[in-house]
């Protein structure tokens, strides 16, 4: 992981959650309900639910895919209206409580007992990401082979690729190839 792409505080699980599909290495740490549960005792370890099921891990991709067109918005994507209705449909179902940590800090967590922690606890930080205004700078790239999600640094929030040094030069030379093809 490199490090400028790191988003700040638990803001970064959600970063991390999004990138369990590596489209350039071909991987997919949510393939199966064994892999999930890798992922999820490794970024979670507080959350003690037992093995996912199938249905349960379906339910966690369909939760990614729906986070990352959120946050692909924030890369200037055009808003996907079934992202926006699985969205919808998932926070419907869950109950989410304010919660004070040690330092009083306030926060979103999903309510004891409920039985889907991890969309809770994911749902909960990208809401205290929007109110402190660092949900806008997680995006996605918009490279069709890679859409690793990054946490934009820059100052004017202009971000585009994950690492310019490879999607954006890649980018940039298909343009070039292509203004020369024309002419």
């Known amino acids: 992981m490199l490090k400028h792409q790191e988003a700040p505080g ?10 369990t599909l590596d489209l350039e290495h071909g991987t997919d740490r949510l393939a199966g309900p064994d892999d999930m549960h890798r992922w999820v005792r490794a970024a979670l370890p507080q959350i003690t639910a037992g093995r996912p099921t199938e249905t349960g891990r379906l339910a966690a991709v ?3 895919e729906a986070l990352r067109a959120a946050a692909a918005v ?7 209206p079934a992202a926006h209705a699985a969205l919808d449909e998932i926070t419907a179902r869950l109950p989410l409580r304010l919660h004070f ?3 009083l800090t306030p926060g ?17 930080i990208v809401a205290e990401a929007a109110l402190d205004g660092t949900w806008r700078r997680l995006k ?6 890679c859409r690793w999600a990054f946490y934009d640094h820059a100052k004017n929030r202009m971000g585009v690729w994950c690492q310019m040094a490879e999607c ?3 980018a940039k030379a298909r343009r070039h190839r292509g203004r020369q093809a024309r002419t």
């Open 140 to 145: 996605i790239c918009p490279a069709e082979d």
């Open 168 to 170: 954006g030069n890649r």
């Open 10 to 19: 638990r803001l970064e699980l959600v970063r991390g959650f999004l990138n």
């Open 101 to 103: 940590d040690a330092a």
């Open 62 to 64: 369909r939760l990614r």
């Open 108 to 124: 979103l967590r999903p309510a004891p007992g409920h039985d889907d922690v991890l969309a809770g606890t994911l749902l909960g």
């Open 74 to 80: 924030h890369s200037a994507a055009a808003p996907d």
